[in-house]
């Protein structure tokens, strides 16, 4: 039964081919170039129908192969490459949704789709990538903390505020019991007026 699904959809559809799966659950496929027949066939094929009403089943095959070489009716259909999403919403799309292997074979960046071995390759470079980047940031964070305890180096400088940013709290006043007051240490400051011009 496969056989003859698989005619017909070479007869009457367009055929695409199962490439691979990536580790994300999105599936790719590959259409080659082909030729479909779609209306030119279908007229072109009950016109021939509708003077021969005897015809059998291989006289129709025979007629769909002679149009196919002479070229009658249809449209050609370019190959392409595409990717069936595992989650096939739009707005949940994230970055790294297709590795980037099948993002290049995808785009034609790449011949050849990209093999399994080759995927896992290039997944295990990364985390050995991520692991090294992380030992060499620990090391000169010790490095750096080591320094600043020896003098070798200054430390971060703290910037002093000045004018209304100065304040240290930013919470609730605290009240006390005892009053505070300015009356007995207050002195105006000099002031004379200013001659007119």
Not at 57 to 86: P, S
Not at 97 to 106: G, L, N, T, V, Y
Not at 119 to 134: C, D
Request: include cysteine; aromatic fraction near 10%; charge should be positive.
């Amino acid at each position: 039964m496969s056989r003859i699904g698989g005619l017909l959809r070479r007869t009457f559809g367009v055929l695409k081919e199962h490439v691979g799966t990536d580790h994300l659950g999105n599936k790719y496929y590959w259409q080659p170039e082909q030729k479909t027949f779609t209306e030119g066939y279908k007229r072109s094929l009950l016109q021939h129908w509708r003077g021969h009403t005897g015809l059998v089943m291989m006289d129709l095959l025979y007629t769909w192969c002679q149009m196919y070489r002479c070229g009658i009716g249809g449209r050609i259909v370019r190959a392409k490459r595409m990717v069936v999403a595992a989650n096939p919403t739009e707005f949940e799309y994230l970055e790294g949704s297709i590795p980037s292997e099948w993002d290049a074979w995808i785009r034609g960046r790449r011949k050849q789709p990209p093999s399994i071995e080759e995927l896992v390759k290039n997944q295990n470079y990364r985390e050995h990538i991520k692991i090294k980047a992380r030992e060499v940031e620990e090391k000169e964070q010790a490095l750096q903390a080591k320094e600043y305890e020896e003098g070798l180096v200054a430390g971060p400088a703290q910037t002093i505020a000045k004018g209304h940013a100065a304040a240290t709290s930013f919470g609730q006043p605290v009240t006390s019991e005892e009053p505070v007051s300015t009356a007995n240490t207050f002195q105006p400051g000099s002031w004379s007026p200013t001659a007119k011009k």
